[in-house]
């Protein structure tokens, strides 16, 4: 029986992965786009800036933090499927993480199960770092139109669409 250090450690290296595998979505527009370990720091950080936004409590904030952060880890074992490729195959993504995070610290979550509102802040900052990354890859010429329409209507919170309002209209006045 492996102990707990050494199942993190092999946790590690599997969040480590997700450096390297590429967010598949973005490869329709670009040929090298985000990795799924840039995309969770995105939504990680923005998931920071919501629950300020929100006044979460720090229990709440934790909460929403260490969701968002693992929220694509599953990737590490079934890769980063595209709309595209969902419509064909399909991966048990509470398996894969289960998988990573069983007997390590990470596998009993103190925070779960999640309260409404954490669950929806999870979805708000995983869309708007697809929001926030469209914004920026339009900058740099790449068509994304159809990213950014997709991320500002799946906005469920008050806080993430004023956020995105503030990102479309920066988006327009600096660089990328």
């Known amino acids: 029986m492996q102990s707990a250090v050494k199942k993190s450690a092999l946790a590690i290296f599997h969040a480590l992965r997700l450096k390297r595998l590429p967010r598949t979505g973005w490869l329709e527009a670009m040929e090298l786009p985000e990795s799924v ?103 740099l010429g790449k068509k994304t139109d159809s990213f950014i329409k997709t991320a500002l209507s799946e906005l469920k919170s008050a806080s993430a669409r004023r956020l995105a309002r503030e990102a479309v209209a920066l988006s327009e006045t600096i660089g990328p």
């Open 37 to 139: 370990a840039d995309h969770s720091f995105g939504a990680s950080f923005i998931a920071l800036v919501l629950s300020r936004m929100e006044k979460l409590d720090k229990k709440e904030e934790a909460a929403l933090l260490s969701s968002v952060l693992l929220h694509d880890l599953h990737e590490a074992l079934t890769g980063d499927l595209s709309l595209r490729q969902k419509s064909y195959v399909s991966a048990d993504y509470k398996k894969a993480k289960s998988d990573i995070l069983s007997g390590t610290f990470l596998a009993k979550d103190p925070h779960l199960p999640l309260q409404p509102k954490i669950m929806q802040l999870c979805h708000d900052a995983d869309r708007l770092d697809l929001l926030f990354q469209a914004l920026i890859y339009r900058q």
